[in-house]
Every structure is written in structure tokens, then in C-alpha cells.
């Protein structure tokens, strides 16, 4: 089985600080990794995901993870918080099935 | 291109009344999914279909039924609905079975059960 673990439910940053949220993942074979991100009352959109290529993967927004299969992570960062990156995000796993198993979810907060 | 729609944005029942929860995709996917969103426990899979004609259950089917209409639409029916099911739901769709394509989402549904 699949599964992801996402560290602390809350991570408060001033503007301008560095952003990183943290995700480790579980699986028995190797994994397809994605971020997610959820504006106030919106649905999910993509981030960014990992598909076996390079391991250190841009997205949007200026967000990026690396793939550690050794730690079996795939944390997030942005070098710079900005105010409108406030917002819920997502971390999740597919491996093979198409069907991905989320995490349970980080809330940015971010302080001028 | 709207994407993926779901009506209605809003909706209170009370205890035993039924509902379905509309959800269309203009982007000719092959797979459409229902997931709930609860404080704390990130999104779960209700039920899911990978082509039209089929459908699966999640992690969480019980209380609901789902119909795939056609390639496009796919609802999820509440048959009496409990204060338990109060939640956000959104409808997701991706592009193929079998191959890992990220799934776009719907702006979701916010349903108060009293």
C-alpha cells in the first residue's frame, strides 16, 4: 500500500522567508509524487509532480521539490514567501495505480 | 475551456433528504473521481470511474451512489443524507487508466447536512 505523511498540519513564515513543507512517502515500488495547492474556497491545482525524470522538479509560482529516494521524501520549497502563497497544500503518491493517495494536508500561513 | 464544473456551489439538507451532486468535464478524460474534504483529513476517495460505463468504490462509498452519464458527467447521489456526510466535495477528472496523469479538480461543493 501507498501512503503519505505530511509534518505539521500548520507552518507560519514571514514574507520573504524561506517555504518548507515537508512530505514522505511510502511505497513499495517506485513512486509518482505530486504537490498540490488549494486557494480559499477553490479546488486543488497542480504544483508540480515527479515522474521518474530529474529529481529536483520545478513548478509553478516558483515552487520546487527534489526527490530523496534515500529519505523517501519530496519536500516543497520556495526560496522567497510571498503573500498570496497562503494557502492549503497537498502532497500525494501514485505508484503505478492511477488513482493517487493524498496527504492530510499543510496549511501555509504567511505574515507580512 | 471551463474545465471541470459542479453544481451546486452550495446546499443544506436536512437529516434524510437526498440529493445529487452534479459534476461535468470538457476535457474529453477518460477518468472522473468524487473525493470529500473534511478539516484534518485531507481529501478521500468516494467513488471513481476509470471509463464511461464503469465505476468503483473508494475509501469511503458508504451512504453514496454514483452515475456516470456519459464521457462528460458524472454525479454522486446522497440517498438520505446524515449530519455525518456534512463536508466539502469535489469532483476531479483525469486524462487516462493506467497512466499517471495529474487530476484537475473541480471548485467543489460545500454541503451542510442539519
Known amino acids: 500500500a501507498q501512503s503519505v505523511t505530511q509534518l505539521g498540519s500548520h507552518v507560519s513564515v514571514s514574507e520573504g522567508a524561506l517555504v518548507l513543507l515537508r512530505c514522505n512517502y511510502s511505497?513499495?515500488?517506485?513512486?509518482?509524487l505530486f504537490w498540490y495547492v488549494q486557494y480559499p474556497n477553490q479546488g486543488l491545482q497542480l504544483l508540480l509532480k515527479?515522474?521518474?525524470?530529474?529529481?529536483l522538479v520545478k513548478g509553478i509560482n516558483g515552487f520546487e521539490a527534489e526527490f530523496k529516494k534515500s529519505e523517501t521524501s519530496f519536500h516543497l520549497t520556495k526560496p522567497s514567501a510571498h503573500m498570496s502563497d497562503a494557502a492549503e497544500y497537498f502532497c500525494?503518491?501514485?505508484?503505478?495505480?492511477?488513482?493517487?493517495?493524498f496527504g492530510r494536508g499543510t496549511s501555509l500561513i504567511v505574515h507580512p | 475551456n471551463a474545465g471541470v464544473t459542479q453544481t451546486p456551489k452550495f446546499q443544506v439538507l436536512k437529516t434524510g433528504q437526498s440529493m445529487t451532486l452534479q459534476c461535468a468535464q470538457d476535457?474529453?478524460?477518460?477518468?472522473m473521481y468524487w473525493y470529500r474534504q473534511d478539516p484534518g483529513m485531507g481529501l478521500r476517495l468516494i467513488y471513481y470511474?476509470?471509463?464511461?460505463?464503469?465505476?468503483d468504490k473508494g475509501e469511503v462509498p458508504n451512504g453514496y451512489n454514483v452515475s456516470r452519464l456519459n464521457k462528460r458527467e458524472f454525479s454522486l447521489r446522497l440517498e438520505s443524507a446524515a449530519p455525518s456526510q456534512t463536508s466539502v466535495y469535489f469532483c476531479?477528472?483525469?486524462?487516462?487508466?493506467?497512466?499517471?496523469?495529474?487530476?484537475?479538480f473541480g471548485p467543489g461543493t460545500r454541503l451542510t447536512v442539519t
Open positions: 476531479a477528472s483525469s486524462e487516462a487508466t493506467g497512466v499517471v496523469y495529474e487530476q484537475y
Open positions: 511505497s513499495s515500488v517506485p513512486p509518482y
Open positions: 500525494a503518491v501514485s505508484r503505478g495505480s492511477y488513482i493517487p493517495t
Open positions: 470511474s476509470a471509463s464511461e460505463g464503469t465505476t
Open positions: 515527479y515522474t521518474s525524470a530529474a529529481t
Open positions: 476535457m474529453n478524460h477518460n477518468s
